[in-house]
């Protein structure tokens, strides 16, 4: 059972527009969501995260933005740049409630931005 | 400022042979976990540790073990590879803060190959 669903393999977008990637989630006890950017042969890199009590979160060209009532939330990137092409993973995260806590990401299956010249 | 450091970058076994994924970090941080990922899939977490001494199973332990005897290092033994675990592993570590940001920080990854 998928917690945090991308259901975008893949999105291609010109250089100068907005990028949207979308991502869905089931478990209303996350707390935070964060987004990640991978590269070819490279780990994943922290981008932008949001808190749950929030729900926008801005970062330069990065907004993340956070619908509870519909468990949605998106990634903007607002002018996209060819050096942003890179799988972007959606990641979800929720406190346990035992001592020293169970703190752990969950991820999505990602989304492939091309970001063409 | 290496971050996390995972060793080797690349490895083939053979079925049946055992290894040690090597994990280090030097940002003192309390929580190190192990994921891995397969072609196509998001990742998926292995072993955690909230802290030295603890570790805790995540979604998909089985074939996997792990100890944490310091802060720095979270080493992930295969004992008797199977192609099943032909993967891209990684490694990362945390320090959440009550509130705060709680991001991750991923090494560069291991691609092990079973044949």
């Known amino acids: 059972d998928q917690q945090v669903k991308q259901n975008s393999p893949s999105l291609s977008v010109q250089e100068g527009r907005i990028s949207i990637l979308n991502c869905d989630y089931t478990?209303?006890?996350?707390?935070?969501f964060l987004w990640y950017k991978k590269y070819p042969a490279e780990g994943p890199t922290f981008l932008i995260s949001?808190?749950?009590?929030?729900d926008k979160n801005e970062d330069g060209r990065f907004t993340v933005f956070l619908n509870k009532s519909a468990k949605h939330l998106s990634l903007h990137i607002v002018p996209s740049q060819p050096g942003d092409s890179a799988v972007y993973f959606c990641a979800a995260f929720s406190r346990g409630v035992t001592q020293g806590g169970s703190e752990k990401l969950v991820f999505g299956k990602g989304t492939k931005l091309t970001v063409n010249p | 400022n290496a971050g996390v450091t995972q060793t080797p970058k690349f490895r083939i076994l053979k079925i049946g042979q055992s290894m040690t994924l090597q994990c280090t970090q030097d940002m003192n941080h309390n929580y190190m976990y192990w994921y891995r990922q397969d072609p196509g899939m998001g990742l998926k977490l292995i072993y955690y540790?909230?802290?030295?001494?603890?570790?805790d199973k995540g979604e998909v332990p089985n074939g996997y073990n792990v100890s944490r005897s310091t802060t720095e290092d979270f080493p992930l033994r295969l004992e008797l590879a199977a192609p099943s675990q032909t993967s891209v592993y990684f490694c990362a570590s945390s320090s959440p803060s009550g509130g705060g940001n709680t991001e991750a920080f991923f090494g560069q990854g291991t691609r092990l190959t079973v044949v």
């Open positions: 478990n209303s006890m996350f707390d935070y």
């Open positions: 949001i808190s749950s009590i929030k």
């Open positions: 540790s909230v802290g030295a001494g603890i570790t």
